[in-house]
């Protein structure tokens, strides 16, 4: 009797509790093995092939930009810096540095400041000829700056601007405007619109509140839109030739011209000029690369 009381009060014995079974592995992982398991030379291989394609034309530039005049070897030492005194004093490539340094930096200014409002305009507002204005955008892009070049010299002329940086100046904004508007809207439309309606009610203007919240998220590109307009800009040869005549006003794409005789070029001057030009291109680059892919990809997406 005491044992059925006991069994009463305890209850039953406690089951022992079994493990479940592991569950299967995925199916899949061998393909993902076999793909990490690429043999490292099947990448370096072509990538090292590509770079010395690459790099050979910079060194056979920077080979003669340095080795003495009549020299033949292809290792530069002894170096010299004869073609660089050249180029910089002889042939005025300090004026054309700095003409080129006026327009590079005017024209990534003027054309980020109003790409900035085109494309905050075509983010944020809602008109009727937003889609055709979209569509003329990506039309302009077709059409070559050649074309415009009779246009834009008899524009130039009745405003007196020929032989003046403006011109070049203006016409360098223009041609970088459309790409440069589209990216930045891309980039706003990025932007969630609650951070502004945010700062709206906090009490901020419009103006403020894009200053104060989109303009800080805006760097990427904002640098990426900048940048393609200063070395496009730089390198540009079309617009200086022709709206450019007197050589105080020439810029580096033209004073390289200047360097070609009709029947003889002096390789080392030549090569010292390119060097000159290449120098703030890179520089630029080597700076903001991770800025410049970030900007490029981020207004690619979403539009």
């Known amino acids: 009797m005491t044992a059925a009381l006991a069994e009463k009060h305890t209850g039953p014995a406690p089951q022992p509790v079994r493990n479940?079974?592991?569950?299967?592995?995925?199916?899949?992982?061998?393909?993902?093995?076999?793909?990490d398991d690429v043999p490292r030379w099947q990448i370096y291989v072509p990538l090292g092939i590509y770079l010395v394609f690459t790099l050979i034309p910079f060194y056979w530039m920077f080979l003669f930009a340095v080795r003495p005049?009549?020299?033949?070897?292809?290792?530069?030492?002894?170096?010299?810096?004869?073609?660089?005194?050249?180029?910089?004093?002889?042939?005025?490539?300090?004026?054309?540095?700095?003409?080129?340094?006026?327009?590079?930096?005017?024209?990534?200014?003027?054309?980020?400041?109003?790409?900035?409002?085109?494309g905050y305009a075509l983010a944020r507002f809602d008109f009727r000829i937003k889609n055709g204005f979209m569509l003329a955008l990506l039309c302009s892009q077709f059409i070559p700056g050649a074309l415009m070049l009779v246009p834009l010299f008899e524009i130039?002329?009745?405003?007196?601007?020929?032989?003046?940086?403006?011109?070049?100046?203006?016409a360098e904004t223009v041609?970088?405007?459309?790409?440069?508007?589209?990216?930045?809207?891309?980039?706003?439309?990025?932007?969630?619109?609650t951070l502004?309606?945010?700062?709206?009610?906090?009490?901020?203007?419009?103006?403020?509140?894009?200053?104060?919240?989109?303009?800080?998220?805006?760097?990427?590109?904002?640098?990426?839109?900048?940048?393609?307009?200063?070395?496009?800009?730089?390198?540009?040869?079309l617009f200086a030739l022709m709206f450019l005549s007197e050589q105080d006003k020439q810029t580096i794409p033209v004073g390289l011209n200047t360097l070609i005789g009709a029947d003889s070029v002096d390789l080392g001057a030549l090569a010292a000029g390119g060097v000159i030009a290449a120098v703030p291109v890179v520089i630029v680059f080597a700076f903001i690369q991770k800025w410049l892919i970030t900007g490029f990809s981020a207004g690619a997406v979403k539009g």
Request: charge should be positive; aromatic fraction near 12%; hydrophobic fraction near 50%.
């Open 20 to 35: 479940s079974p592991p569950p299967p592995a995925r199916r899949g992982r061998g393909r993902e093995r076999a793909f």
């Open 69 to 118: 005049a009549g020299s033949t070897s292809l290792v530069p030492w002894p170096m010299t810096g004869e073609h660089f005194s050249k180029v910089w004093n002889e042939r005025s490539f300090a004026v054309f540095f700095q003409n080129s340094m006026i327009v590079g930096v005017a024209t990534l200014f003027a054309t980020t400041l109003v790409a900035l409002a085109g």
């Open 156 to 170: 130039f002329k009745n405003l007196q601007m020929i032989n003046s940086l403006g011109s070049v100046i203006i």
């Open 175 to 193: 041609f970088q405007l459309p790409l440069s508007i589209i990216l930045i809207s891309g980039f706003i439309k990025n932007v969630p619109m």
């Open 196 to 237: 502004e309606e945010a700062a709206w009610v906090d009490g901020c203007s419009r103006f403020r509140a894009f200053c104060a919240v989109v303009l800080p998220l805006l760097r990427p590109g904002l640098i990426a839109v900048g940048s393609f307009a200063f070395v496009h800009s730089w390198n540009h040869f």
